[in-house]
């Protein structure tokens, strides 16, 4: 049970520990023992306190451990106990070791004392014989003095003795020595014997340790298991007790239950006999009942069979029927299956047909489509064609218009010229131009188209300027242009003003272009841009801006009619012209513009921008839905055309064409004597000169020689029939 | 029935045949026809199938059959198996032809019980591991076998205390060096501990008669010029690569009565030849040397050599004769390494050599057990390790039996055991600690709740005071007991116990 690996190992250190201390000590046994009584005493009694202390430890222990069973109790005492008795074994043993250890220093410090104290003794024996010598080797000295041989002898004599006194101090310290050694010897033979008896009695208590070890071991062991064995009897025997009582308290309750149980059952019989009675009786009851039934049901399946077998028959007739029916729905059915079938053929190609058409029609409607955009630009092109045919056909028509006219004009003006002539020289009547409105007319006749703001403004401009210097001339034409709104000049004054006020509206890069333009120009490009901003637009955008501002002069600023009226009352022109205008605002339902008799020079600056945003606000509304009308083209009116052509072919009156041709019929009578005269005239003439060329050729034969040698020559012949 | 089978299996063999021929034969028929399977590979065995055949062809198979039925002596029984004769013929031969490892589990087990103990080691070192031949070896050899001491490994075991024999019966320019580094390659996974607490001189025969003439007391170094080196163990522990421990005693084992001087002499050469060759050990962690006369210079050169050594855990320099200078070196060697035990037991350390340890001590955080048992530390240098045991947190058993401390020392270590609690074991004995210092320790233990030991035995302490202090004890076993989660505890304090007998 003790493990023999620390006995072993603690007897081997003994050896350890022993095996180096050499040499013996001198009261090597008395205190040995006495010092192995005295601990063996002490350790008994240590024991037997700490046992007490044990005891009443294991007391304090039991107490607080009363819920533990007996067996941990006996373990744990157990325990406690050997391990004390280890303890108490293992210091048991090794105290032979802590006694060698004692012994050893006790050892050493003796030894170390009688080493120096050996030392000593050999100083001072070193000392003492070397004095002796040196007294000897003195008296050497003495001795080689001395002459008489008495003295010398007794000299030697002395000297010898002292010799011999050294050798044998000498001899006495080296017997000494070594009988020191011999002793040592002895006790280092004793030292090695007490070791061995220390080993031998380590031994023996080692073995009684484990001797007694096991047996304590054993003896615990067998407490232990005894204690186990009475917990496992008591265990047991309570178990019992336990399942005794258990068996008894159950065997009481099998029993009471057997009891409830026949009285259960006794009961049970008894309420069984009288529900079997009762269930008799009405087994009975229902038994009559029942059969009573089973004769009504009996009739009733009579019933029913004879209602059976109508329907039966009823039913195989329908079968019949049926099945007859059914050969011919069989027969409609494969007929319509075949239908079917067929159907589904054509529907089939129906469908492919279809598919194919889509795709065909699709394929068409991608060619037409590609037609149709291709037509589409062609129209386009050909829009445009006609748009420059137009154009040149306008201009052309024009043209030729032109010519015509040109050629009518000249053939009036000639005929004019002729009709003059005629007039004057002729009939000797006074002549006089007639004065017709187509003969003023240059070019073709038409509307007058609505022109840009912008060349209105031009226009204005213009005109106001020439106006300024050459104002009667110019003032009748510019009535033309401005038909029934105000007068140039205020229209000029308001745009100056306009130009001045809102230059915002005009880019800033614009301004810094215009610097070095003239003043005119100036002024021209800038309302233009204003225009442009404030979306002005047409003639009539601009007519109604000057308007707006006139009547807005009225409308603010009543109080200054008063003033107004005098100075449109100077400028007659202007006030012919508000006559005019009234006329036009009535044509063009603005009641208000009525009441404008403005001088827009009196508008304030200020009230400028009011004017425009109040103008810009208004115009915004009616200006948007005209704007598609512009696509429609300007048609040209022919239908005063022929009139003026008539007109101007029926220049000349008829009775001037009477005239004329009574006039012609008698001047052709005239004429045609004059031309009679005239040929005779000329038949005069050459017929003088014929005769004078033939008096001359008469002369020139009569003078040549050939005439003379022919009397009749064939030139004189042919000339003759010539003339 | 297997007879009949292998009867009709050979059909034609004889009678004739059948007895004449040995139990071998019949044993190797047998065998072909139950061991045709298992064991193919062995030559040896497998009989020529002409002979079988010429049996075959021999004779008339019914009359065979019914002698064999009728013969009352045959049986299976004595016949051994094939393989059995084939296990044997492998343990006859097995130093010449040794065939294990191909053997099946079962023959191999067979193989080895009936190996021979005596078989050369060359042989049988590096094939066989098992354990149960080597305990028959070891059990051969020698009476008493402690396998525990030997990690439980017979082999080991073996192999160790085989080596320390050789090493043991070693005498230097005598026996070759060869017998001893032969058994290197055989041995050197196995060996992890070599304790030899023997080394012996050199043989002196020539010079004995002519010391014995000069004197008797006259001094040994004079007399011999080769000085008496011992064996080397440089070679062989570097081919041990698991050797962990090292345990040495440079002296001679029962001697008795022929004692001399020189029989104990570790020289300088060996000296320096241990200390190279445990420095060239890095996987030794013990290394122990005592009785060896180690004194402070040579102690000094062992110590030097250990300096940082990578595994060295335990050094034993108990009963030398190191000093002051040499416990000067193992404190140094307490900040160089791992060191986790010294032991100096019964050496001449002094209060110097003390003080230096005990300052090394101070800050260690390795060391756990310090023995500085039967040296002369006296107070001062009792006082300067009670000193650095106040801020040293390591150190668990201290043993400072018979170093003639006293009641200075004493209130101390009071104060020590008042604050330190990692201390379990303390011993003073055969001090002088007097009746005052064992109250004042007293004091001390009252506040103490973990030293478990404490000898105070022959330290002239009051008995009443050393009783109280066993009651301290007592208790804190008790609550040490119940700390430890162990449920075998009840053997507990003879286990702490345990590393304090050696110690002792």
């Known amino acids: ?723 | 029935m297997q007879s009949m089978q292998a009867t009709l299996g050979t059909p034609t063999s004889s009678a004739l045949s059948r007895f004449s021929t040995s139990t071998q034969d019949k044993s190797s028929t047998a065998g072909q026809t139950s061991s045709t399977g298992p064991q193919p590979s062995r030559p040896s065995i497998i009989p020529p199938p002409s002979k079988s055949k010429g049996w075959s062809t021999g004779a008339s198979g019914g009359r065979m059959r019914r002698i064999i039925a009728e013969d009352p002596e045959w049986s299976l029984a004595i016949v051994p198996l094939l393989t059995e004769l084939c296990i044997q013929h492998i343990v006859e031969n097995f130093q010449n032809n040794p065939i294990l490892q191909q053997l099946l589990p079962e023959h191999k087990q067979k193989v080895l019980d009936h190996l021979s103990p005596d078989l050369p080691l060359a042989v049988t070192a590096n094939l066989i591991d098992d354990e149960s031949y080597w305990r028959r070896c070891c059990t051969q050899r020698w009476p008493v076998c402690h396998v525990a001491k030997h990690g439980g490994s017979w082999k080991r075991m073996f192999f160790e205390r085989h080596l320390e024999n050789l090493l043991k019966h070693f005498i230097p320019s005598t026996t070759d060096p060869a017998l001893i580094l032969d058994l290197l390659p055989l041995c050197r996974n196995e060996v992890r501990r070599l304790r030899v607490d023997q080394f012996l001189p050199p043989m002196k025969l020539p010079p004995r008669p002519r010391s014995g003439e000069l004197s008797d007391s006259g001094s040994e170094g004079e007399v011999e010029e080769p000085t008496p080196d011992h064996y080397q163990l440089g070679d062989l522990v570097a081919g041990l690569s698991h050797l962990e421990e090292l345990d040495l005693v440079y002296g001679v084992k029962d001697c008795g009565m022929n004692f001399e001087w020189n029989l104990f002499l570790f020289t300088y050469r060996d000296c320096h030849s241990l200390a190279a060759t445990i420095k060239a050990c890095h996987t030794l962690k013990i290394f122990r040397l005592t009785r060896s006369k180690v004194d402070d210079d040579k102690a000094r050169v062992l110590i030097r050599s250990l300096l940082d050594h990578p595994a060295l855990e335990e050094l034993d320099l108990s009963h030398n004769l190191v000093g002051d200078r040499g416990a000067r070196a193992a404190a140094k060697l307490l900040s160089h390494s791992r060191l986790r035990v010294l032991n100096l037991a019964n050496n001449q350390v002094r209060a110097l050599g003390a003080q230096s340890l005990a300052h090394a001590l101070a800050h260690n955080t390795n060391l756990i057990s310090l023995n500085l048992r039967l040296n002369c530390i006296e107070d001062e240098g009792g006082q300067a390790l009670a000193h650095a045991l106040q801020t040293n947190r390591c150190l668990t058993t201290l043993h400072l039996g018979g170093n003639e401390l006293s009641e200075p020392t004493a209130t101390l270590l009071s104060q020590v055991l008042a604050v330190n609690t990692t201390l379990t074991g303390i011993n003073l004995s055969c001090n002088h600690i007097g009746l005052d210092g064992g109250k004042q320790l007293l004091e001390g233990m009252s506040d103490n709740r973990t030293l478990l030991e404490f000898d105070l035995r022959l330290s002239d302490v009051a008995q009443e005071s050393e009783y109280l202090i066993g009651q301290a004890l007592c208790a804190n076993r008790e609550a040490a007991r119940q700390r430890a989660p162990n449920p075998s505890c009840f053997l507990s304090p003879i286990t702490a116990k345990g590393p304090e007998n050696p110690a002792g």
């Open chain 1, 1 to 723: 049970m003790n493990p023999p690996g620390p006995l072993g190992a603690l007897e081997k250190e003994e050896e350890h520990s022993s095996t180096p201390i050499l040499g013996p000590s001198i009261h090597s046994d008395n205190p040995r023992e006495r010092i192995q009584a005295r601990r063996l005493r002490i350790a008994a009694r240590l024991e037997a306190r700490r046992r007490e202390a044990l005891g009443e430890y294991l007391d304090g222990k039991k107490e607080s451990e009363e819920d533990q069973s007996k067996s941990y109790k006996q373990k744990e005492e157990s325990r406690l106990k050997l391990a004390k008795l280890l303890l108490c074994g293992t210091e048991l043993v090794t105290n032979i070791q802590v006694a060698a250890d004692i012994r050893e220093i006790h050892r050493r410090v003796e030894e170390g004392e009688i080493r120096r104290q050996r030392l000593e003794k050999l100083e001072n024996e070193v000392k003492t014989s070397q004095d002796k010598f040196d007294e000897i080797t003195m008296k050497w000295e003495e001795g080689k003095r001395k002459r008489i041989p008495q003295d010398l002898w007794d000299m030697l004599n002395t000297q010898q003795v002292h010799c011999a006194g050294l050798i044998e101090d000498k001899n006495k310290l080296i017997s000494e020595l070594q009988q020191e050694l011999k002793t040592k010897d002895d006790q280092y033979v004793k030292d090695l014997k007490k070791q061995s008896d220390d080993i031998c009695l380590l031994l023996e208590r080692m073995e009684e340790q484990v001797k007694n070890v096991m047996k304590t071991f054993r003896q615990e062991l067998n407490s232990i298991e005894k204690a186990f064995e009475a917990e496992r009897r008591e265990l047991l025997t309570s178990n019992k007790k336990k399942w005794e009582r258990a068996l008894q308290a159950h065997n009481a309750k099998e029993l009471e239950y057997l009891l409830s149980r026949i009285k259960k059952v006794e009961d049970y019989e008894k309420q069984l006999n009288k529900q079997r009675v009762w269930d008799c009786e009405e087994y009975n009851t229902i038994k009559i009942k029942l059969e009573q039934d089973v004769q009504i049901l009996e009739q009733q399946l009579q019933q029913m069979k004879a209602t059976y077998q109508l329907n039966q028959e009823k039913l195989e007739y329908n079968f019949q029927v049926l099945k007859k029916r059914d050969e011919e729905s069989v027969v409609i059915k494969s007929q319509q299956k075949r239908k079917i079938s067929r159907l589904h053929d054509i529907l089939n190609n129906l469908r492919s047909k279809y598919t194919r058409q889509i795709r065909q029609f699709e394929e068409e409607n991608q060619s037409l489509t590609s037609d149709y955009i291709r037509l589409v630009t062609q129209f386009k092109e050909l829009q445009k064609a006609m748009r420059h045919f137009a154009l040149l056909d306008d201009k052309r028509f024009r043209e030729i218009w032109l010519m015509n006219e040109e050629e009518a004009k000249d053939l009036i003006s000639k005929a004019f010229d002729v009709d003059r002539i005629i007039h004057t020289q002729h009939l000797g009547l006074p002549w006089t131009a007639p004065d017709f409105w187509f003969l003023r007319n240059v070019g073709p006749i038409s509307q007058q188209q609505q022109r840009s703001a912008t060349q209105i403004l031009e226009e204005v401009l213009i005109q106001t300027e020439e106006e300024g210097m050459e104002e009667a001339t110019s003032e009748t034409e510019s009535y033309l242009d401005l038909p029934k709104q105000v007068s140039m000049k205020t229209t000029r004054k308001i745009l100056m003003l306009l130009c001045d006020e809102s230059g915002f509206l005009i880019e800033s890069k614009l301004l810094s272009l215009l610097c070095p333009l003239e003043k005119s120009e100036c002024y021209l490009l800038k309302l233009d841009a204003i225009f442009s901003a404030l979306g002005i637009e047409s003639e009539d955008d601009l007519y109604k801006l000057v308007n707006f501002f006139l009547k807005y002069r009225v409308h603010h600023s009543p109080s200054s009619q008063e003033r107004t009226s005098p100075m449109s009352a100077l400028d007659p022109g202007e006030q012919t012209d508000l006559e005019r205008q009234k006329e036009g605002s009535l044509v063009g339902g603005e009641p208000e513009e009525k009441e404008v008799p403005s001088s827009p020079t009196l508008i304030h600056p200020n009230d400028v921008l009011k004017i425009l945003e109040a103008f810009v606000m208004g115009l915004r509304k009616p200006r948007d839905p005209p704007a598609p009308v512009k696509v429609v083209k300007y048609v040209r009116d022919t239908s005063k055309d022929s009139a003026y052509w008539e007109a101007l072919a029926t220049v000349l009156p008829y009775a001037t064409q009477n005239l004329w041709d009574a006039l012609y019929t008698a001047l052709e009578k005239y004429h045609l004597v004059l031309t009679q005269r005239a040929k005779l005239l000329i038949e005069n003439n050459s017929l003088e000169k014929q005769n004078t060329e033939l008096q001359m050729l008469l002369q020139q034969y009569l003078d040549s020689k050939i005439n003379s040698e022919l009397h009749v020559p064939p030139t004189q012949v042919l000339r003759a029939p010539t003339k």
